[in-house]
C-alpha cells in the first residue's frame, strides 16, 4: 500500500523556517514526482511546489518562489520543502502528493486530478508572531 507522512509543521515566527519532510512507505519514491500543496482555513488547496522523479522539472507557485526549496533523498525514501523567509499567509495544512507515468508531470500534478497515487495526511504550518 502506496503512504505517504508529512511532518516538520509546527508555530514559527514570521520570517523563520520549517523544513517539512514527506516520507514514502510501501513504495519507492524514485519513480515518483512528489507535489507539496496548502490549504488554508476557509480556502481552497493549491499547489506550493513540484519535482519530476527525475528532478528536471521543478515548479513553484509565485507566492513562495525564492522562500521555498523541494528537494528529494531517494536514499531516505523522503522529499523536503525547505521554507524560509514565513510569512502569516504560509499558515495552512501542507500536504504531499506522489504522481507518476502522465500525472508525474507537474503540470498535470499541480492540478491534484483525481488518481494522483498517494496523499499524506498533513502537517499544520502556523506562522504568528
Known amino acids: 500500500q502506496l503512504q505517504l507522512a508529512e511532518s516538520g509543521g509546527g508555530l514559527v515566527q514570521p520570517g523563520g523556517s520549517l523544513r517539512l519532510s514527506c516520507a514514502a512507505s510501501?513504495?519507492?519514491?524514485?519513480?515518483?514526482?512528489i507535489g507539496w500543496f496548502r490549504q488554508a482555513p476557509g480556502k481552497e488547496r493549491v499547489a506550493v511546489s513540484c519535482?519530476?522523479?527525475?528532478?528536471?522539472?521543478?515548479y513553484y507557485a509565485d507566492s513562495v518562489k525564492g522562500r521555498f526549496t523541494i528537494s528529494r533523498d531517494n536514499a531516505k525514501n523522503t522529499v523536503y520543502l525547505q521554507m524560509n523567509g514565513l510569512k502569516p499567509e504560509d499558515t495552512a495544512v501542507y500536504y504531499c502528493?506522489?504522481?507518476?507515468?502522465?500525472?508525474?508531470?507537474?503540470?498535470?500534478?499541480?492540478?491534484?486530478?483525481?488518481?494522483?497515487?498517494?496523499w499524506g495526511q498533513g502537517t499544520l504550518v502556523t506562522v504568528s508572531s
Open positions: 502528493a506522489a504522481a507518476t507515468g502522465l500525472y508525474g508531470r507537474c503540470g498535470v500534478l499541480i492540478k491534484a486530478p483525481p488518481g494522483l497515487d498517494a
Open positions: 510501501g513504495f519507492t519514491l524514485d519513480d515518483y514526482s
Open positions: 519535482m519530476t522523479s527525475s528532478g528536471d522539472n521543478i
